[in-house]
Structures are given as structure tokens and as C-alpha cells.
């Protein structure tokens, strides 16, 4: 995940291990809607509340497909290279990243 990602996830409250169910999800073919260019909708359900945004605008699908293109170019170095300079995380399992 990204800074921005980890940091959102940790005020909404929202587990480690929960966002790696849900990507399981998807990768299983389970997700609410494919958003093309990589991107993929699947409510993740914060603890003690519900899902504050139901969709994403116009902007912010461009912005994320931008993004998704980007990181799904990566290779393994430039993955690794991301993750050492610390702009990608890592979710190993709930609230334990590699570092």
C-alpha cells in the first residue's frame, strides 16, 4: 500500500487484517465493481461503522487508474526499491509490515 493508503486505513480504522481479505476478494473475483485500468471497488467495513463513500468521482478514478498503471508497471527491483525508500508498504499480516 501506499503512505497515503496506510495512513487513511489507520484513521478509518481499518486492519491490516481486514484489507488483506479484501484484496484476497478480489483476487478471487469478489469485489463490488471493476473500475477498469486496474482499479477495483470493494467496501472494506470499518469497525463500528459503515462504508463513508459509496463512490468515487470522476477525478478521483482518473487519479487511481493513473496510479494502478503506474504500480502494475513496477518491476520486482523497482517494487523493492519503492518499499526500501518507504513510499510503498508492505501488509504482511494485521498491524505487522515488513520494514
Do not use: C, W
Not at 35 to 45: D, I, N, S, T
Amino acid at each position: 500500500m501506499t503512505k497515503d493508503s496506510r495512513r487513511f486505513a489507520r484513521k478509518a480504522g481499518i486492519s491490516d487484517a481486514k484489507l488483506l481479505r479484501a484484496a484476497a476478494a478480489v483476487m478471487d473475483g469478489h469485489y463490488d465493481a471493476d473500475l477498469g485500468g486496474g482499479v477495483f471497488k470493494q467496501r472494506v467495513a470499518r469497525d463500528g461503522g459503515g462504508n463513508v463513500k459509496a463512490n468515487v468521482t470522476p477525478r478521483e478514478l482518473t487519479a487511481l487508474k493513473r496510479l494502478a498503471e503506474r504500480l502494475l508497471g513496477f518491476s520486482d527491483d523497482k517494487l523493492l526499491a519503492a518499499e526500501a525508500a518507504g513510499e510503498l508498504i508492505e501488509v504482511m499480516k494485521d498491524g505487522d509490515e515488513e520494514t
